[in-house]
């Protein structure tokens, strides 16, 4: 039987002990600060990024790894006769998905491209998931069974402070972006079939509070197996979430990462966002 190797683009959130332990090959997006060139994982790190992007002239601009860094990491892979497992984020956010399918078709190892329909924490459940399976002797098929079921079951909310990145990035209109500032307008976002949708809106951190509070009963309900909080510069906010998930699941640590540059970019500053799985 052929080894299987796993390959990710760099939004997903995985911690470097987790990369290491399951050997996992990390394709790096990257993101451009006022004509500046930035490599996530090798030039740039997640921390420094929020200040770079405060202090920018301009929106920072994203991209998608170029098709040869795909070609080259699954040539490389490949080439002791290992197939690859290719997990990359949702396509309705990045073209990502897409240059790794064209990789496929250019090189002479054996890959499968899986669309997680996600990306950061909610994106690493299902590859540590699919990495337990492969040690176990699984094979690629069974190992994207499973991602599938772990999706299916998994919620991703993400709570937007302010909506200025969002009209910068041509996401919502100048007009909406400044009525909503003027108001003190807060979006929480759901993440469900691939799609990003609006969960909420209202005015002020207590109607954010309040919908936390709602989506912390509903997992309350559920046998909850692992969470994660993502987040740009949102201490305050991730530690009052941290803090009530801490009390609800005792058994279950809460991964805590500030968010990549790629996703940071479009959430802006104080983005907070709870990402989770359970079993049924």
Same mark, same amino acid.
């Given at each position: ?7 990710? $683009? ?10 290491? %332990? ?34 920018? !002239? ?10 040869? %860094?795909?070609? $080259? ?17 949702? *396509? ?37 998931? *699919?990495? !337990? ?52 307008? %807060? ?5 469900? $079939? ?22 912390? *009963?509903?997992?309350?309900? %559920? ?11 949102? $201490? ?5 979430? !941290? ?20 996703? *940071? ?16």
């Amino acid at each position: 039987m052929a080894k299987v190797k796993i390959a990710c $683009d760099s939004s997903a959130g995985l911690t470097d002990e987790e990369i290491q %332990k399951y050997n996992i090959t990390i394709i790096p997006l990257s993101v451009m600060i006022d004509d500046t060139v930035y490599v996530e994982r090798e030039t740039i790190t997640n921390e420094q990024f929020p200040a770079m992007m405060q202090a920018a !002239k301009a929106l920072p601009k994203t991209s998608q790894p170029p098709i040869g %860094k795909f070609v $080259d990491a699954f040539d490389r892979l490949g080439a002791d006769g290992s197939e690859v497992l290719c997990v990359t984020m949702m *396509a309705s956010i990045s073209g990502t998905v897409h240059a790794a399918e064209q990789a496929a078709q250019m090189t002479k190892t054996k890959v499968t491209v899986v669309d997680c329909q996600s990306t950061d924490r909610g994106m690493a459940f299902q590859i540590l998931a *699919a990495a !337990k399976l492969i040690e176990a002797g699984g094979t690629v098929e069974e190992a994207v069974a499973k991602m599938a079921t772990v999706r299916d079951h998994s919620k991703l909310y993400l709570a937007i402070d302010n909506l200025d990145n969002l009209v910068a990035g041509g996401r919502i209109s100048k007009f909406a972006g400044t009525l909503s500032s003027l108001l003190n307008i %807060k979006l929480m976002l759901e993440v469900y $079939d691939g799609q990003i949708h609006i969960a909420m809106k209202g005015r002020g951190i207590k109607a954010i509070h309040k919908e936390w509070d709602k989506i912390l *009963a509903q997992m309350k309900a %559920k046998q909850v197996k692992a969470i994660g909080i993502s987040h740009v510069q949102a $201490d305050r906010e991730v530690a009052r979430l !941290k803090e009530q998930l801490q009390s609800l699941f005792p058994e279950i640590p809460v991964v805590v990462r500030e968010t990549v540059p790629i996703i *940071a970019t479009h959430t802006g500053m104080g983005a907070c966002c709870l990402l989770y799985y359970t079993e049924d």
